[in-house]
Every structure is written in C-alpha cells, then in structure tokens.
C-alpha cells in the first residue's frame, strides 16, 4: 500500500503525476490549518507552504513522518517538537534566488524613485507638470547597500548588485565570508552597517535572535536618506519602530514583502504611508519559479521517504537521519 501524502497547496498536474507514483494522494489547497487539525490523523506525508507545524498539529498527527515546505524558509517548522515526534522536514534552498533578488530590485527601485506612490497620483489624474520636483526620487546606482543576513540570497542580490547598479556592497552576518572580501563584499559591524548604508535590505532568517532585531533604536542609526526592504519574515522588524521612523522622517522610504500578520491587517497603520510599499510575500512567486520550488519539494518527499536518502533535510532535524529514528 502506498503511503498517505495530503497536499495543502496548490501544484501543477506534472508534480502531482510524479507524486502519484510514490503516494496515495489527498489534495486539500484550500485547507486552513483549522480543517488540517481534522484531517491529518492518517497522514504520513504533507506537502505545504508556511503551515505551522506545532505540538498542537502534531499532537493529532500520530502517522506524520516528514513535511515538505515549498519554501526556503522554515520558521513556521517548530523543529524541537518535530525532533521529539520524530518528523523530518525538508525545504528548498536555491531555485528561489533569482526571483527573490528580482523582487529586491523592484521594491528598492520603487521605493526610492517612488514608483508605486507616483503610480497612484497619474491613475488619479493628479499629476501636473508644475509639480515635477515633487516627484523627485533617489539614485539607486553607484548608492551603498548594506544586506543584513548573507545567506546564498544575500549573496546573489550583492554580486547583481555591483554588476548591474555599480553599487558599493557591505554586510552583517554572524559568520564573516572571507571568500567574499575577494569581491569587494566586505562585513561590518551592525551598527557601522546602518549607519554607513543608503540601502538596507534585511534577509536573515527569523530565529529567536533575529525577532525584533530592527528595533526603534536601529532605525535611529540610519541615514535620514536611507531606504529600508524587509525581505525576509515580518517578525524580524517592530514593525511600529518602523511606522515611527517613516513617519518621523528617521529614513527616506520603506517597502516591505513581509509582515507579522500575513495576509496584513488591513488597519496597519504602514498601509498609510506615501513612503511605504508593501507586497503581499511574493519574494518567489513567479510562475516558473514556484513550479520549480513545488517540483523540488516534491523530489525532496521521494527522495527522503521513499529512497531513504538526504536531500534539503533542514539542519535542526539532520540529526533525526543520523541518529536513524527516522
Ligand atoms: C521562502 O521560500 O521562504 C519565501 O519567503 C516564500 O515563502
């Protein structure tokens, strides 16, 4: 009998084919983590994108032996009641890079030409001619950019960065890169970083120590000049810190992929702000892109559950492999 995998997003039929082979399939795109609660008793497999996987969901999930996240990110993988229960999770490093820096690009860009806020005074049929200066922008070229978390994305969004916007790249990691300083990639302290950078762009993973790591005081080392992108997890920045930075003029501009409620209340106050642009967690969300991460995602449970190998296992659950009490 083939084992049980539900899927609770939505995929593409030549993914589902490839799974199909392997598990009995139970596809749910529209289930809330409410309904996952009542349906995940004989699961085995489940294949999601950012579904909390706690001691609540586990508690009903006797049979649950692997998640699979369509997503680099696994903050919403609470890991240590997963290694208790004895629940692998995998996710996928790499095939997002490109996409994810793109969207950088994009909202760096907007933010600092005010591209989205220009937008919606032309759709009004406000723009006059008269008023030119007030559309005045920053230059993103030849600025210095300060990455905060320089992962495998941080170091794509820097190396496009010098080659395409000709600009002076800086950033703070726990571990220092040596093999970055050969790039002109150099590391700095936190607070040289923010002090020093005309562009902030934040892609550390939210752990226990990133939560809240952009605080008001962090804002207050900033640049009055200086445009801060969150791309990494809502809860990484207070996000009232923020609003009272942009409000006060503590920084230029801000625009934020990520917030600490997704989908973001509609009553946040940064929806407000002409120097605020914020997309709804699209880092990834091309076409081509999220067919590929769902495609990774479903090699990931066929190549760990059913042949037994390790591939994108996530490291605090590696150990589960090693100690084989998989
Ligand atoms: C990721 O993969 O972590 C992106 O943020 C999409 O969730």
């Excluded at 899927?7 to 009995?24: Q, S, V």
């Excluded at 950088?104 to 937008?119: K, N």
Aim: charged content about 25%; proline content about 3%; overall charge negative.
């Amino acid at each position: 009998m083939k084992p049980k995998l539900l899927i609770i997003r939505e995929i593409e039929n030549h993914t589902m084919n490839i799974l199909a082979k392997h598990f009995e399939i139970d596809y749910r795109p529209d289930c809330s983590q409410e309904q996952l609660q009542n349906i995940i008793q004989d699961v085995q497999a489940l294949l999601t994108m950012g579904t909390s996987i706690n001691e609540k969901l586990i508690k009903n999930a006797p049979n649950l032996k692997i998640v699979s996240n369509i997503s680099v990110g696994y903050d919403n993988f609470d890991t240590d009641a997963m290694k208790k229960a004895g629940i692998l999770g995998t996710h996928t490093p790499y095939v997002l890079n490109d996409s994810v820096v793109d969207l950088t690009f994009g909202l760096m860009l907007s933010a600092a030409r005010r591209i989205s806020e220009l937008d919606s005074i032309v759709k009004k049929g406000l723009w006059t001619v008269k008023a030119d200066i007030n559309y005045y922008g920053l230059n993103v070229h030849h600025k210095k950019l300060g990455i905060i978390g320089m992962g495998r994305i941080g170091e794509d969004l820097a190396k496009r960065a010098k080659l395409g916007f000709l600009m002076d790249v800086s950033y703070y990691n726990r571990h220092k890169k040596p093999e970055l300083e050969e790039e002109n990639i150099t590391w700095k302290p936190l607070e040289q970083l923010l002090q020093d950078s005309d562009f902030i762009v934040m892609l550390t993973p939210l752990t226990e120590e990133t939560k809240n790591m952009i605080d008001a005081s962090r804002f207050k080392q900033m640049k009055n000049t200086a445009i801060f992108i969150n791309m990494s997890r809502g809860s990484t920045v207070d996000e009232n810190a923020l609003y009272n930075a942009l409000l006060n003029k503590e920084i230029y501009a801000a625009a934020s992929d990520v917030f600490v409620q997704e989908p973001v209340n509609s009553d946040n106050p940064l929806l407000q702000l002409d120097n605020f642009t914020a997309t709804p967690h699209i880092g990834s969300a091309s076409h081509e892109t999220r067919n590929d991460m769902a495609q990774l995602a479903a090699e990931n449970l066929i190549e760990v559950f059913i042949n037994g190998k390790q591939q994108n296992i996530v490291p605090e659950l590696q150990l589960l492999v090693e100690k084989n009490t998989f």
